[in-house]
Structures are given as structure tokens and as C-alpha cells.
């Protein structure tokens, strides 16, 4: 899975899901990307989508929650040649609005983004599983969020799923010119 599929999967389950409805209804906008590269000497952060619907499309009006989806990395994985894995290590965000000193609501709305985010890793790992990609419960890691902009709170989904890079991997000679 590339990241144009990675980023169609999590769009659709936020488009599908009952409590995000992105692009649904009013046409709000609930599916939100964000870059962010690992490399300690860089360490970029692409946060303009995201800065973007903040300030002019994000609608979140009757409770709505919103799904900011970050990019996957990849760690390679060798048995001497026999086969290469890919080892992706994703991660999105369940974000819901609070009022400013509402304590209450903010313990709400992270309890709303746990039980969403549950719902749509459940359907992000039946989608995986289902194209041959190994994923487990086990591969997930939830925690609290907040406060993330303006009064966002909620859950962030870490997880990690494998696929096979063999073929992608192996030297093709063709792909080179002499």
C-alpha cells in the first residue's frame, strides 16, 4: 500500500463514519493531512493543510469530530534475501471541540475520539487484513491529545502493519539506464 492508497483508506472511513461524515451533509470538511518527517537533522512538520481548515473549512458543528491522518514511515526488513518486508508505521488523530475551561467536555470529547478512533482502526485493520497486509489489535497504540490548536481534544492512533517488498526491492536492471 502506497500513500495515495493509505490516504484514500482514512479519507473514506472518515467520510463513511457516522460521527465524522466528512464532506457530508453541509460539505464540512472532517478529514485533514499533516506531513511530518522523522529525520532528527530536518524534523519537518507540514501542519498547512490542517493551519488551513482550522481558520476557513473545518465544521464541526451538532459534536462532529474530525480526522487528521499523518503519513506513514516504512522500516525495511531482511531474511538475507529471501524476503524483504515492509514494516509502516502510521497514525491518526480523533479530534473533537471543546469550550475553553469546559473540563467536563474535554473528558467527553476524548472519551467520543477513543470510541470513534476504536471504530475506525477496527475497519482500517478488516480493510488491511483483507488485502493480505498483517495487522493486529496488538499493532495499536491509543493515547489522549489536547489541547491541539484552539480547544481540539481527543485520541491519537499509532499502529503498524507489513507487507511484502520483495519484489520492490530486488535490482531490476531495466529501471536503469547503462
Known amino acids: 500500500m502506497r500513500h495515495l492508497a493509505y490516504t484514500a483508506l482514512f479519507r473514506d472511513l472518515a467520510t463513511r463514519h457516522v460521527d465524522i461524515r466528512h464532506a457530508q451533509d453541509d460539505g464540512g470538511t472532517r478529514f485533514l493531512r499533516i506531513l511530518i518527517s522523522s529525520d532528527p537533522i530536518q524534523r519537518q512538520l507540514d501542519l498547512s493543510e490542517f493551519h488551513g481548515s482550522l481558520r476557513n473549512r473545518l465544521k464541526l458543528a451538532g459534536g462532529q469530530a474530525c480526522l487528521v491522518l499523518e503519513n506513514y514511515e516504512v522500516d525495511y526488513l531482511d531474511s538475507d534475501g529471501d524476503y524483504i518486508g515492509r514494516v509502516h508505521r502510521g497514525a491518526f488523530l ?33 480493510h488491511l487484513r483483507g488485502l493480505g497486509l498483517r495487522i493486529t ?3 495499536v497504540l491509543g493515547e489522549c491529545v489536547g489541547p491541539v490548536g484552539d480547544h481540539f481534544y ?15 526491492m530486488t535490482f531490476n536492471p531495466e529501471k536503469f539506464s547503462t
Request: proline share 2%; charged share 35%.
Open 94 to 126: 480523533v479530534l473533537k471541540l471543546t469550550k475553553a475551561d469546559d473540563y467536563d467536555g474535554r473528558d467527553r470529547a476524548v472519551d467520543d475520539c477513543e470510541r470513534i478512533g476504536e471504530e475506525v482502526m477496527g475497519a482500517a485493520i478488516a
Open 137 to 139: 489489535p496488538a499493532d
Open 154 to 168: 481527543g485520541c491519537r492512533f499509532s499502529f503498524t502493519y507489513m507487507s511484502h517488498a520483495t519484489v520492490d
